[in-house]
């Protein structure tokens, strides 16, 4: 049996989870990294933290 196509376009699904987790890091060393990037890319890395999960709802369950 095969596994439907979600409809994303390709890399999608590697997108979303390598954003996931490069955010997974910045939560775990929030302090560190905020003190040596500027505020600008902080409140920017912020914004992508508020979307993720509207991303990960658009990344339905599938084939890795």
Known sequence: MSIPPSGNPAGFRFFVRLLA???????RHKGNIDST????????????LDVLPALIAQNPPGPE
């Open 21 to 27: 987790l490069a955010l997974g890091v910045y939560t």
């Open 37 to 48: 990037i500027q505020p600008e890319i902080a409140t920017a890395i912020g914004v992508l």
